[in-house]
Each structure stands twice: as structure tokens, then as C-alpha cells.
């Protein structure tokens, strides 16, 4: 899917990606990991993210990063709401 809007959007769907990822690691909501020091349990409870990229009125490129709650696991889906919630709290008390 990230092929897909740089496929549409060219270099400023991939600037507005960069700057959407930059300001989420310069307000500590996630840090980067690995994936090769996960465990496999680990890897199977790790929310997946999705990249939407919007073209402003003003023709300028908006990336937003949003969790993913449709593929949840049963019985993993309160922990993912807790985890998401808290990590909302995070990113907006620091705002």
C-alpha cells in the first residue's frame, strides 16, 4: 500500500510519510524496533499502522498514522484498545 501512494503522489506523498513518522518519534509516542529482536509472540500482538496520505486544498501532501483494529486476534482486542488508548494519552498530553 505504500507503493501505492508514492506510486500516486510521487516525492511529496513520500515528504509528508517522513514528516508524519518524524513527528511521532520526536513526541516519544513509538520507537522504532526491530522486528528481528521481537519474539513471535511479540511480532503476533505488535499493532499494525496505517499511512493515509491526503492532498491538501492548498496542494500540499497531509500523512496520517492510524492503528489498525481490524485484524485483531479474539481475545486480544481489549488489550489493543487499552494499548491504543494509552497511547493517544501519550502523544496528545505532549502536544
Not at 8 to 16: L, P
Not at 61 to 71: E, L, Y
Request: aromatic share 4%; net charge positive.
Amino acid at each position: 500500500m505504500y507503493q501505492k501512494g508514492i506510486k500516486r503522489f510521487g516525492e511529496a506523498g513520500r515528504k509528508a510519510t517522513g514528516k508524519e513518522l518524524d513527528q511521532l518519534h520526536q513526541r516519544n509516542c513509538c520507537t522504532p524496533i526491530d522486528i528481528n529482536d521481537l519474539t513471535p509472540e511479540e511480532i503476533t500482538q505488535a499493532m499494525e499502522a496505517l499511512m493515509f496520505l491526503q492532498e491538501k486544498n492548498n496542494e500540499t501532501m497531509k500523512g496520517r498514522m492510524t492503528h489498525n483494529g481490524k485484524p485483531n486476534q479474539s481475545g486480544c482486542l481489549e488489550k489493543t484498545r487499552q494499548a491504543a488508548l494509552q497511547l493517544w494519552k501519550a502523544c496528545s498530553s505532549q502536544a
